[in-house]
């Protein structure tokens, strides 16, 4: 196994260094690409400097904040590029523990896709108030209802895919950002029949930094999730946890229409 864990930053130099630290120490053969959209607070910097002293990390400078989809697509492929055959989500402000990497490849052993998630027995939220918890779990109960997919944190960043789940995806297709960037990569890949776990994890608000969620991040998740549902096929039959080995289908161009069309 050769993962990579993709960061996206903006304006997260007070935590970076924490969590970049933590990931490297989770998992022997791990690396870390920091993707910085033009930080203005030095965070670009600071990851350059990490990259130097570490020789696991790497980054990518972007000009602007292009979002969060935008982010990790362009992460992906760069790790895609680079020949790492597991690639990771997880956030730079430590509300995402990086010891908990270990758990999320270790289930990989029988997962294409693992979620850390908030929402199975186990998993929580620390230091949210009573409006974001209330947002966050009505939310996904609305995914689910909307696209009947059987995942309690579909909207969760803490992730790990398998690269065959990467590329039957589409990262091309892609259109989402934000919140909704995640539901559409889970909603994919349990439409294309890959096997996905969920593990729990600890939530913790962020003590440093300004959080990036904003009301539009939301009411797209909202709007696309009615989309899908209604556009989207059906589950395709579920291939085996190993089918990383084997060749996996593709989506097609569009919003998660079925990908067996073209067939």
């Given at each position: ?59 990518l400078h972007r000009m602007a904040k292009s979002g969060l989809g935008s ?44 979620i850390g998630s908030r929402y199975v027995p186990g998993g929580g939220v ?33 992730r790990a895919y398998r690269l065959a789940v990467v590329d039957a995806v ?94």
């Open positions: 196994m050769r993962p990579l864990v993709v960061i996206p930053t903006y304006n997260e130099i007070a935590t970076l260094e924490r969590a970049v630290h933590g990931a490297l120490a989770a998992h022997d053969t791990l690396d870390v690409l920091v993707v910085d959209d033009g930080s203005p607070d030095g965070t670009g910097d600071l990851a350059d400097r990490l990259a130097a002293e570490t020789g696991r990390v790497s980054v982010a990790y697509k362009s992460g992906f492929a760069w790790g895609r590029a680079q020949g790492y055959d597991v690639l990771c989500e997880m956030d730079a402000d430590l509300s995402h523990n990086p010891a908990d990497l270990a758990r999320l490849l270790s289930t990989l052993e029988t997962a294409d896709l693992v620390v230091d949210w108030p009573l409006h974001r918890r209330l947002l966050s779990r009505l939310g996904n109960r609305y995914v689910r209802l909307c696209t009947g997919m059987p995942v309690r944190d579909a909207t969760a960043g803490f589409n990262l091309d297709s892609l259109r989402a950002e934000g919140y909704a960037f995640q539901l559409e990569m889970a909603l994919r890949t349990w439409r294309l029949g890959f096997a996905i776990r969920e593990i729990p994890i600890v939530f913790v608000e962020r003590s440093e930094g300004a959080s990036k969620i904003s009301r539009s991040i939301v009411i797209e998740a909202l709007w696309r999730a009615v989309l899908w549902g209604l556009r989207g096929p059906r589950r395709a039959a579920p291939m085996h946890p190993a089918s990383w080995t084997q060749a996996a289908p593709t989506a097609s161009e569009g919003d998660l229409e079925d990908p067996r069309q073209d067939a």
